[in-house]
């Protein structure tokens, strides 16, 4: 069974510019994580989609940071523009859909994102 | 609100000695609570999860936790080290019933030196 796929696998980019990431979950898994892990801390949720539907965004810097999941199968994290504190590593996770919160994520390699 | 504490961000053992990394949770509800591992420049691994059942669970790489709800503790063992082990491990809780949401710790790296 392929895993989560994660690309580019690292990005070093000049302040202000904007970045894209993209993810594809392993196939049937229903449910799409994005999380960003910054040094020396464990990852946060930054968005959860449903399918095609955003289920959990609350905590998704929304002036700089965006995400989709069309046709409810890949996905990508676009920040426009970029900051300085959003040098991470981002991490894409996919599972089943949710049975009551038991579910085991899967996660990708991540991309590491260095901001200049 | 829910929140994990993982005491000690570097822990360091011999190799062959028993390993312990401690977490202890904050949750309103009966958690969901998981261990994972992650290697350098990898994601994370799940190692095991506690979902209601046996509060002693086993998982992968002989790695065991035990749930103990009233020190509200989800600490991971291993009898003996093996430097394979060296990783970081990240304790996590979700509060289930609804969108399987992760509140994760702030990570324990383990060292193993010979």
């Known amino acids: 069974e392929a895993g989560v796929a994660q690309s580019p696998r690292y990005k070093i980019i000049e302040k202000r510019q904007s970045v894209a990431f993209w993810c594809n979950p392993i196939s049937g898994h229903a449910t799409l994580y994005w999380y960003q892990q910054i040094l020396g801390q464990g990852p946060k949720l930054l968005i959860q989609f449903q399918n095609n539907g955003v289920v959990d965004d609350s905590q998704l810097p929304k002036d700089r940071f965006s995400a989709e999941r069309l046709k409810g199968v890949d996905s990508t994290l676009k920040i426009q523009p970029a900051k300085l504190e959003d040098s991470a590593v981002y991490l894409c996770a996919s599972s089943l859909v949710v049975a009551g919160g038991r579910n085991e994520q899967f996660f990708g390699p991540g991309t590491r994102l260095t901001v200049l | 609100a829910q929140s994990v504490t993982q005491l000690g961000s570097h822990v360091s053992v011999s190799e062959g000695a028993l390993v312990l990394l401690r977490c202890n949770y904050s949750?309103?509800?009966?958690?969901?609570l998981f261990w994972y591992v992650q290697y350098p420049n990898q994601g994370l691994q799940l190692l095991l999860k506690?979902?209601?059942?046996?509060?002693l669970v086993k998982g992968i790489n002989g790695f065991e936790a035990e749930f103990k709800k009233s020190e509200t503790s989800f600490h991971l063992t291993k009898p003996s080290a093996h430097m394979s082990d060296a990783a970081e491990y990240f304790c996590a809780v979700s509060k289930g019933g609804g969108y399987n949401k992760l509140i994760f710790g702030a990570g324990t790296r383990l060292a193993v030196h010979p």
């Open positions: 506690y979902t209601s059942a046996a509060t």
């Open positions: 949750s309103s509800v009966p958690p969901y």
